[in-house]
């Protein structure tokens, strides 16, 4: 089992930026890829960012890549979604999530965060 909690979301002008964290209990956290997912309002949840166990291998979502960077501290078990240049389609509800699979993270992970909300004005 794994438990995630994620903080630092907020209200943001757009062009702004915003760093979200998400802790990590429970499971081995360097055994774990990890990911953060989004959901706007009336739409799907959507992949943002993953991260391999070691930090080393990232993969982003066309939309925010260049403008979203995600890390991870291994000693802290936490990791980080750091986003600049925010636009208004930034603002949804971000979750942090948790996989052992470098492909099931992506598609279905098996653990989940709370979600933070995150809104961007214009």
């Known amino acids: 089992q794994v438990q995630l909690v994620e903080s630092g979301g907020g209200l943001v002008q757009a062009g702004g930026s915003l760093r979200l964290s998400c802790a990590a209990s429970?499971?081995?956290?360097?055994?774990?890829?990890m990911g953060w997912f989004r959901q706007a309002p009336g739409k799907e949840r959507e992949f943002v960012a993953r991260i391999s166990r070691g930090g080393v291998n990232t993969y982003y979502a066309d939309s925010v890549k260049g403008r979203f960077t995600i890390s991870r501290d291994n000693a802290k078990n936490t990791v980080y979604l750091q986003m600049n240049s925010l636009k208004p389609e930034d603002t949804a509800v971000y979750y942090c999530a948790a996989d052992p699979s470098l492909i099931e993270i992506r598609t279905s992970p098996a653990y989940w965060g709370q979600g933070t909300q995150v809104t961007v004005s214009s």
């Open positions: 429970g499971r081995t956290f360097s055994s774990v890829v």
